[in-house]
Each structure stands twice: as C-alpha cells, then as structure tokens.
C-alpha cells in the first residue's frame, strides 16, 4: 500500500457541488500539505499543516478548505465547485525537518 | 512575485550528455531548503535532491548534483549521462524557514520539461 492515499483519483463534477478529496499517511508525518497543479504553472500550494491543531492558508487557499482530522487524514473540500478548479490536486506529507516532501498519486478534479 | 524561477519551459538533449536544468530562488531567510522533483508522464512526483541552506557541500544523489550558489540564489540541477528515461517534467521547490518551525511551507516553481533525443 502507499504511504500517501488520495481519494478519490478521478472525479468529475458539476459546477456548484461540494466535493472533498481525502488525503491519508501511515508515514506518522506531522506536516501535510495540498498542491494543485496546473499546466504552465508548476504544483501551487493550497493549504499546509504542521500539526493537527495548525492549519496553515498557501497562495490560492480562495474557494477551498480544509480539515485535519486526525494526524494521519488531512482533507479538501470545494464548498461550490466551479471550472476554473479543474486540475490535478496532491497531497503530501513531511516529517518536522520538512527536508523532503511525500506525494499521494494525484486526484484528477474536472468540474463541468 | 515568483519565488521559485524556472526559466526554461523546455530542454532536449541528446542522451549521453549532461543537462543543467536552472533554478533561481528569492528568500530573506536565512535557513531555508531546496528540492529537485521528477515527475514522469505517469504523473508521480518523485523525489530527487535536498540542500540545505547551511550545507557547505553540494548535495549529490547518484548522477543527480545540485550546483548551490548561495549568492546567486540559484540551484541548478545538473544530470549526468542523461538517459531516455529522464525524458519528464522537473521541478525545483523551495521551504522557506527553518526546519523547526511550524510556518516553514514548501513551494514550487512552475517547471521545466526535459527530453532525451536517443
């Protein structure tokens, strides 16, 4: 099994629905991260969490939330899906030093 | 403003040479980390290279190096003997702040793709 599951890894969807990407480790990382990737632009960061009770906004955090359940499960939700957040989302966890970055599969968001 | 320059959208190099791949970045910290990432046409992002900003060495990972060049904010990949199968999308990305703080992020710059001509 991978140390970083995304859920799930292709998702279409309908302008104005809320939708959650789930993103799980069994790393025991602290850190966990949220990227969207769209071409041209490399990975943009979304939302960062050193720890449970820290969450952190990234560069485009507008349109999306998230929650830190548990150590291990950090989710993404769109509370109202619109077009322009099509694109491929990553999870990823690092341990305290954050001196490498692990990274889920990728969900492949379409919002139509 | 872009903190993670990547100047080069696209590179092809004949196979059996060695490729820099460019990396410029801008921080006002003093420590801070810089990674190098492969992502392959299957999508994966995999991970490369790490130098910290106090590490006096080049960080080196098989045939990848790192050429860090504290002054010149730049941290180039550099690739030897290129294979077919470096043919991919590279990233540079930076974590701004200390390892120990909770506010350090890691960001990325917007990417080169690499192909091997055989």
């Known amino acids: 099994d991978a140390d970083v599951t995304q859920t799930p890894r292709n998702r279409i969807t309908k302008t104005g629905k809320r939708i959650m990407l789930e993103c799980s480790q069994t790393k025991g990382h602290d850190r966990m991260y949220w990227y969207r990737q769209d071409p041209g632009l490399g990975l943009r960061l979304i939302y960062y969490s050193f720890d449970v009770k820290d969450i952190n906004k990234g560069e485009i955090s507008d349109g999306y939330s998230v929650s830190r359940q548990a150590q291990a499960k950090f989710s993404l939700s769109l509370e109202s899906a619109i077009p322009n957040q099509t694109a491929l989302y990553f999870c990823a966890t690092s341990d305290w030093r954050d001196t490498e970055a692990f990274f889920g599969q990728g969900t492949r968001l379409t919002v139509v | 403003a872009q903190k993670i320059t990547q100047t080069q959208p696209g590179m092809f190099v004949q196979e059996k040479e060695a490729v820099t791949l460019d990396c410029t970045y801008d921080t006002s910290d003093q420590s801070y980390g810089l990674f190098w990432y492969k992502q392959p046409s299957s999508g994966e992002m995999i991970f490369l290279i790490y130098q910290g900003s106090y590490d006096e060495q080049n960080a080196t990972e098989g045939r990848y190096s790192l050429n860090f060049q504290k002054a010149r904010k730049s941290a180039n990949l550099v690739i030897s003997a290129s294979q077919l199968g470096d043919s991919a999308m590279y990233f540079c990305?930076?974590?701004?702040?200390?390892?120990?703080?909770?506010?350090?992020?890691?960001?990325f710059g917007s990417g080169t793709r690499l192909s091997i001509r055989p």
């Open positions: 990305a930076m974590r701004e702040g200390p390892t120990w703080s909770s506010a350090s992020k890691i960001i």
